[in-house]
């Protein structure tokens, strides 16, 4: 759009030979502006905030509490299953230890056949206890 066409000129000579167009308020003026502090007690109180924490944490920590139970219970079951089989691990541990010893006897009695005096067996320690081997294995042919 042209000058021309929002003036209903033909055409403009001098800025002066403008009509005079200002902004105005609106009839009947702006609306009030709000400039003072407004705080809104909408929301819930202190009380009801507090309240509502302390019973999420209440109920949490009655969950923690069954999960507590729970996870006891399982680990009694599972200690429960290893003091059950644990008769038959020693068992099979005796009857592989007896069989190591064996051999170990055999072993000693072939290398120190030479040695007079020498008791195939005999703790060398003298101390009137039996002792398992501190490895948890005979193996011979390490030592």
Excluded: C
């Amino acid at each position: 759009m042209t000058e021309a066409m929002i003036r209903n000129k033909p055409g403009m000579a001098s800025v002066k030979d403008m009509p005079l167009l200002q902004d105005g308020p609106p009839p009947g003026g702006f609306a009030p502006v709000r400039y003072a502090r407004r705080i809104s007690n909408t929301g819930p109180s202190a009380m009801a905030m507090f309240l509502a924490v302390s019973g999420a944490f209440a109920w949490g920590m009655y969950q923690v509490g069954q999960g507590n139970k729970i996870r006891r219970a399982l680990k009694e079951e599972k200690y429960a299953a290893r003091r059950t089989i644990l008769p038959i691990l020693q068992a099979e541990e005796d009857e592989r230890f007896v069989s190591e010893w064996k051999k170990y006897l055999e072993y000693e009695a072939d290398v120190m056949k030479d040695v007079p005096g020498w008791k195939v067996g005999e703790n060398v320690y003298n101390s009137g206890r039996w002792m398992p081997p501190a490895t948890g294995e005979l193996r011979p042919d390490v030592w």
